[in-house]
């Protein structure tokens, strides 16, 4: 695959979108790409995540955390691991290959070297990371404020459950 090519590909993708075409360029250049056959693995569950994937071709399937859920599938320019990009951490899922595939594999070091020659990128992506973080966090307060049998008014003013709280 040509590296313009790759760079259409991480522009496609919302967290890489944020980022100009020179460090677009620097990713692709520095990163490793890896083909998977059908079935294989990309990683498993509990494995230390050294960084983030990005789907260049094919599918590549997540299994389901909550059992009887169906499994993601993630197609061309998806960001795999999009957290361990920034954090250590471990893989919480498993992820294989559901046709042929191929990835892009993003370290944790790279991103890094990145956003410390593309400062501009680092504070725009500290910014869509906030908003997702909000977003998610009013989602859940609507959730529980909806939570059928729950007296959002027996709640501290620190949003605690007083049922909940330690007594010591």
Known sequence: MALDD??????ASPLFGLMPR???RLISFAAEHRTLAPESVLF?????????????????RLDPRPAGTP??????????GQTALF???????????ATEAAVMVIPRALMRR?????????????????EELT??????SGLRAAAPGEDPAARDPAGRDPARRDPG
Not at 115 to 122: G, K, N, Y
Not at 135 to 140: E, P, S, V, W
Request: aromatic share 2%; proline share 7%; charged share 20%.
């Open 6 to 11: 790759d760079i259409a590909i991480l522009a």
């Open 87 to 97: 954090l250590v951490q471990e893989r919480p899922t498993t992820a294989r290959a």
């Open 135 to 140: 977003a998610l966090t009013r989602a859940l």
């Open 71 to 80: 499994p993601v599938e993630a197609g061309p320019s998806a960001l795999i």
């Open 114 to 130: 990145v956003l410390e020659v593309f400062p501009e990128t680092a504070a725009a992506i500290h910014d869509a990371i906030a």
């Open 22 to 24: 020179d460090a677009l």
């Open 44 to 60: 498993r569950r509990g494995e230390p995540a050294d960084g983030g994937f990005v789907v260049l071709r094919g599918t590549i």
